[in-house]
């Protein structure tokens, strides 16, 4: 099975700055078809699609991330990163890495084959 790390949550104010990375052995596979995506779930609420990007460095955002998070890679690497900015007390949730090897990417729960560890980021008003 693939792994994915998740490192990079923590503590910010409102309107703060956080990048979280994921090192992912599905870059090592398959090369050129990968799909790879950031996913979250606050407490109570069910987890909800953030941002893919796939293996020609196209991205996809949902709706929490559109404007505000940017998506990118550096599969030589294998590192995925999630750069979030001006962060809210909304976007407190545990943050996800998952990823699949297909040619259709979505940041849909449905579409991931391989899910890393959560990452607890807390935004503080």
């Known amino acids: 099975t693939q792994k994915l790390v998740v490192s990079g949550g923590g503590s910010v104010q409102a309107g703060g700055s956080l990048t979280l990375s994921c090192t992912s052995t599905?870059?090592?596979?398959?090369?050129?078809?990968?799909?790879m995506a950031w996913f979250r779930q606050a407490p109570g609420k069910e987890k909800e699609g953030v941002a893919s990007?796939?293996?020609?460095?196209?991205?996809s955002y949902g709706k929490p991330a559109e404007g505000r998070f940017t998506i990118s890679q550096d599969a030589a690497k294998n590192i995925l990163y999630l750069q979030m900015d001006d962060l809210k007390p909304e976007d407190t949730a545990t943050y996800y890495c998952?990823?699949?090897?297909?040619?259709?990417?979505?940041?849909?729960?449905?579409?991931?084959?391989?899910w890393g560890n959560g990452a607890l980021v807390t935004v503080s008003p």
């Open positions: 599905i870059y090592r596979l398959h090369a050129g078809t990968w799909c």
């Open positions: 998952a990823g699949a090897y297909s040619l259709l990417c979505n940041p849909y729960v449905s579409g991931m084959d391989y």
């Open positions: 990007i796939d293996h020609n460095d196209v991205a």
